[in-house]
């Protein structure tokens, strides 16, 4: 046994890793039960009105008037046009022949008229050119060579008139000899006034030179005369009576797309309509559709142009600018509230689409003072609604669907939920919030109450006091088969319901401000 | 992940207050009883030679308060290392403080060069961990923060933990000043391999009653040298990375003294680990810079805004780097030292025939945050020319009931040492709350 001893004794030691060793080879620690009694703050939110709008308004929409009060703003383009929409000038030219037996001498002189293509119903009478092209095309079949002449007293660049002259040479009509001048019009300016009529068409003088013997007989040539890409700087006339605009469109109310039910009336909505216009002639416009359609609903609340104090017209004229005020942009501003209409009663309650038409006339009344446009003028009409959040809540509810995880996954011998807040706004909240499975099947309601009540206010709606429960929150209790249900549920649907106490109108200004807590106790036997 | 595990081993399980093998002292024939007692000189001329690794090995632990294996034990099922503060925070008063400890010899050599004086040589490669875990870390972790303990300031204070691996050059010289007293010591050079040592530690957590609002407050510091020496990708490396150099350099002191009282009575005294190490190398000194470090709740703004940094609240998705920001922990590179774990040992022995005696030992022994003190009586019997063995009863702050062995074996050249402060302990350490043991095989040429 002697020998034994010393391997016995390395035995023991080996004996002593080999307990050990199961401490040694592991993942890491983990508690093997969680704590008795756990307590976890779960929300510590301050909202105030301010930071709510920069959080919740991404789209630059809710604003503080010069009171603080939260303004909604959903701003819009309802028409517009541009001048090149009203007048443009298509490519034109004109051609004629002139027969060899005209031509008794050398040389000999032609006047003719030349009207270009005018936009129906306009007269114009000045014309400054941004760009465009004349030519002047020669098919000759004389025997006999020579030149053409092409003045127009009414086209001048700088004060001196078009005057250009081409070439021709001997042609046979089997083989007409073919000669084209195009002359840029940049810079050119029609005074279209000094024709007959005084507006839309000038003359032209030709002169036809012969470089040697007169032509044949039966000879002839033909003179092509026209314009191209005309563009203009400026024009002057009378317009006359021109539809400016017959726009459909919509705007789109996203803010209140979330609402699962109940409903807002704003007391206070308006719209302002701001028109701008650089056309030298007066433009009637007139609202032909203007309706809302509420979410849920097909059948929509159509504007009236009549209130309690009196109506908003329709149509009505918006401001040019003058001779004087050439190239310079006048607005006319507008605007339709409870008053001079029914505004209030189309956006009081969850809209969600806002419907509009628009119809402009230029010159619907006759005007006889000149018109004028340059190229960059535009006539647009813009429209901006705006919904003060002053008014009665009615029990909307914001939804949400979360998915969650518990952390912990054994069965809590205790579940509460703590919620309280120290409410600055003037709109109480209560909070429902229901558990599902899977399948929305199994489900397990916990909590389903008031959570805050409201501030307290003044005559005009304003909150001036808050209403706390912060050291008396609302418990819920989950019992223990409740607790143990939740482990097998995985969404929970928020329901977040505001509501203003009954028939009372109250306003959301900046100052105003909440402080919403929550915490949960979990017990584990 | 491992790593973790053999930390919390060390931190959470109450393995404390190690005495060292006090029967060690007894054995004066194997002269690494030196290490405990300068004084000793052994009997004969030979040569004696500690073979590399094998010629000393000794494993300590012990726990002030409870046994490993009631609050921590691995999990057969999910291989995780299972923390069960609710088993045991009850049997905790303030804190419960731990230690362990390991050491071997690289080599080893012992020579009286005559009757009256011994030389000895070794080097020696010691690992200690010690550290306290406060009473209110447990009950939090029992019965959690909405419990009785609401609304309570939960102070941390006694939280520490200490890791000194370090290697030691040390020369003995014992001398016999006159027939009654021997006069030892030992100087040594110490090598600092790798270190972790908290600083300082005021943290204390409330929760608040109504919504259960957390709030940590106070401060905490520690410093670590070269801890990649001790960590890895996959889990630890401790003895599988041992360098051969370090330049974290110290010193240390042994010294000893034995009086012989008359031909059957000796008494002896030795101061042991007397030193530091100066840490400079790779060294890392954290410190929390938050005054108060405070959670109510998630914000729901934040989570409402596209561009929020809500964090993730996945355990599974903390990492250092979060830990450290949400802690404001800054960290410098500068040096600092660390002690050993200084000791008082005493120890009588009473010859009670030619082959039998009776001996008892008092030690105290300094760790970082607590002093830690045992007593042993030890009978050691002379079976045969080659062979003793005796048996000891320990007792201490830890554990009153501690039956160990010691024995030597002589096979020629060959000795061969058992010593045991804990049977028990010694197969089955993580069941008890005290266990020792230290053995090895010499040469004597």
């Known amino acids: ?525 | 992940m491992r790593f973790l595990a053999i930390i919390s081993v060390l931190l959470f399980s109450k393995l404390a207050y190690t005495q060292g093998g006090l029967g060690m002292t007894l054995l004066k024939d194997v002269h690494q009883s030196s290490y405990l007692n300068p004084a000793n000189i052994q009997e004969g001329e030979d040569l004696k030679i500690g073979l590399p690794i094998v010629s000393n090995v000794m494993f300590e632990g012990s726990s002030s308060e409870f046994q490993i294996s009631d609050f921590l034990y691995p999990n057969s099922d999910s291989n995780y290392l299972m923390i069960d503060p609710q088993a045991v925070y009850q049997e905790v008063n303030t804190k419960a403080n731990f230690q362990l400890g390991a050491s071997y010899d690289w080599l080893s050599l012992s020579k009286n060069l005559n009757e009256n004086l011994n030389l000895n040589f070794a080097i020696v490669e010691r690992i200690n961990i010690s550290g306290s875990l406060p009473y209110n870390l447990l009950n939090l972790a029992a019965t959690g923060n909405a419990g009785s303990l609401v609304g309570d300031n939960i102070g941390f204070e006694s939280l520490d933990a200490e890791f000194l691996w370090y290697r030691e050059y040390r020369i003995g010289l014992a001398t016999k000043i006159s027939d009654k007293i021997n006069f030892g010591g030992a100087v040594k050079y110490l090598q600092g391999i790798s270190s972790f040592q908290t600083i300082s530690n005021s943290l204390n957590l409330k929760t608040e009653e109504d919504f259960f609002d957390l709030s940590l407050r106070g401060d905490f510091s520690y410093s670590t040298s070269n801890m990649n020496m001790i960590t890895a990708d996959s889990g630890i490396s401790i003895f599988s990375k041992t360098p051969f150099w370090s330049t974290n350099h110290g010193v240390g002191v042994d010294l000893g003294l034995s009086f012989k009282m008359n031909e059957k009575t000796d008494f002896s005294l030795s101061l042991l680990d007397f030193g530091t190490i100066n840490w400079k190398n790779r060294t890392q000194n954290f410190e929390s810079n938050f005054d108060t470090l405070s959670f109510s709740g998630l914000n729901l703004l934040e989570l409402f805004s596209a561009d929020s940094n809500v964090a993730n609240l996945d355990a599974g998705s903390f990492n250092t780097d979060s830990v450290f920001n949400l802690l404001e922990i800054e960290s410098s590179p500068s040096s600092y030292s660390t002690s050993l774990p200084f000791s008082i040992l005493m120890s009588f022995n009473y010859q009670l025939s030619e082959k039998s005696s009776l001996s008892g030992v008092l030690r105290s022994r300094k760790f970082q945050s607590f002093w830690a003190t045992a007593v042993q009586i030890a009978y050691l019997r002379e079976v045969s020319e080659s062979l003793t063995i005796g048996g000891s009863y320990s007792a201490g702050t830890n554990g009153i009931f501690n039956l160990g062995f010691m024995g030597t074996y002589d096979l020629g050249p060959v000795q061969v040492y058992l010593v045991s402060d804990n049977i028990i302990g010694s197969f089955l350490p993580q069941n008890i709350r005290f266990w020792s043991t230290r053995a090895g095989i010499n040469l004597k040429l």
């Not at chain 1, 605007?335 to 419907?355: A, C, E, H, Y």
């Open chain 1, 1 to 525: 046994m002697k020998p034994l001893k010393p391997i016995l004794s390395i035995l023991c030691l080996s004996l002593l890793f080999s307990c050990v060793r199961d401490y040694l080879n592991t993942d890491g620690p983990r508690l093997s039960n969680w704590p008795s009694n756990l307590g976890i703050p779960l929300i510590d939110t301050k909202l105030s009105a301010s930071e709510l709008v920069k959080t919740v308004d991404t789209e630059d929409l809710l604003e503080f008037d010069e009171n603080g009060l939260i303004v909604l703003k959903y701003t819009g383009e309802l028409a517009s046009i541009e001048a090149n929409a009203i007048a443009n000038f298509p490519d034109t030219s004109a051609a004629f022949d002139v027969p060899g037996f005209v031509v008794v001498q050398s040389p000999i002189s032609l006047t003719r008229p030349f009207g270009g293509s005018i936009p129906e119903g306009m007269k114009i009478e000045h014309m400054s050119l941004r760009s465009g092209e004349a030519f002047l095309k020669i098919e000759s079949r004389f025997s006999e060579p020579g030149k053409v002449n092409v003045r127009i007293p009414a086209l001048t660049s700088s004060g001196t008139a078009f005057d250009e002259e081409v070439d021709f040479e001997v042609g046979t009509s089997q083989n007409p000899s073919i000669h084209e001048r195009v002359v840029d019009l940049n810079g050119y300016e029609f005074d279209f006034t000094l024709g007959t009529p005084a507006f839309n068409q000038f003359d032209f003088e030709i002169g036809l030179t012969m470089d040697n013997q007169l032509p044949g007989f039966l000879d002839s040539i033909k003179l092509e005369f026209g314009y191209r890409n005309l563009e203009f700087i400026f024009i002057d006339g009378d317009f006359g009576p021109q539809l400016v605009s017959l726009d459909q469109d919509s705007i789109y109310l996203d803010l209140f797309s979330k609402l699962i039910s109940g409903d807002i009336n704003f007391t206070d909505a308006r719209l302002d309509i701001d028109i701008e216009s650089s056309f030298g002639f007066p433009v009637d416009v007139e609202f032909t559709q203007l309706e809302v359609l509420e979410l849920g609903s097909n059948q929509p609340i159509v504007w009236q142009a009549s209130g309690p104090s009196g109506s908003f017209p329709n149509p009505f004229t918006i401001l040019n600018p003058d001779v004087s005020q050439v190239g310079q942009t006048v607005n006319t501003n507008l605007f339709m509230d409870r008053r001079n209409s029914n505004i209030d009663q189309l956006v009081g309650t969850k809209p969600k689409w806002l419907f509009h038409q628009i119809r402009g006339i230029a010159n619907a009344d006759s005007n006889t003072a000149k018109d004028f446009m340059m190229d960059s003028s535009f006539f647009k009409v813009n429209t901006t609604m705006i919904l003060p959040l002053t008014g009665e809540v009615n029990s909307i509810v914001l939804r949400d669907t979360i998915d969650f995880d518990l952390p912990f996954d054994e069965e809590a011998s205790e579940i509460a939920l703590r919620i309280g807040a120290d409410n600055g706004f003037p709109i109480e909240g209560a909070l429902k919030v229901v558990f599902y499975d899977e399948l929305f099947q199994d489900s397990l309601i916990l909590i389903d109450e008031k959570v805050f009540d409201a501030a307290r206010t003044n005559a005009e709606g304003k909150a001036v006091s808050s209403s706390s429960n912060l050291s008396d929150p609302v418990e819920v209790v989950l019992s223990e088969s409740q607790s143990k249900q939740i482990l097998n549920l995985n969404k929970a649907v928020v329901d977040f319901s505001l509501t203003t106490k009954q028939g009372q109108e109250v306003s959301i200004f900046d100052t105003d401000e909440m402080r919403l807590r929550m915490g949960v106790k979990l017990g584990f036997e």
